[in-house]
């Protein structure tokens, strides 16, 4: 019988019999708050989350500023308003800045965190 690979995040073994490595993605539902991006982490590590994933970027270095139709949102979605991509993203982003309090909170409750 061929045993199941396993690999280790930080002292956890994923795979083989192990249990599911739950990663929670934050994404732009912090609304632009840095207290509700913590209640994020609060909320994920609660539901049983082992991770909690957030994104880096700017507006400026996922797209570009551009009225180019691949480049705007189609009517008739919940994003409408922003228009452009840029807009969307400009308005969604985790600011860098954030990044030092939001590692220092997961890692406080035991949460692994990284970002993409």
């Known amino acids: 019988m061929i045993k199941p690979a396993t ?12 249990p599911c ?4 993605e934050m994404s732009a539902n912090h609304g632009g ?9 609060h909320a994920a590590h609660k539901a049983g989350a082992d991770a909690i994933k957030l994104q880096t970027y700017t507006a400026d270095t996922i797209t570009l500023d ?11 979605n919940a994003w409408e308003a922003h228009r452009s ?3 969307l993203y400009k308005k969604a982003y985790t600011p860098w800045e ?3 309090q939001l590692f ?13």
Do not use: Q, V
């Open 21 to 24: 490595y739950i990663i929670a």
């Open 66 to 76: 551009c009225d180019k139709p691949d480049f705007l949102l189609p009517s008739g």
């Open 104 to 116: 220092k909170e997961a890692k406080s409750l035991g949460l692994d965190i990284f970002s993409s």
């Open 7 to 18: 690999i280790k995040i930080n002292n956890r073994i994923i795979g083989g019999d192990s």
């Open 85 to 87: 991509l840029y807009s």
């Open 33 to 41: 708050d840095i207290e509700k991006a913590i209640a994020l982490i």
């Open 98 to 100: 954030w990044h030092a």
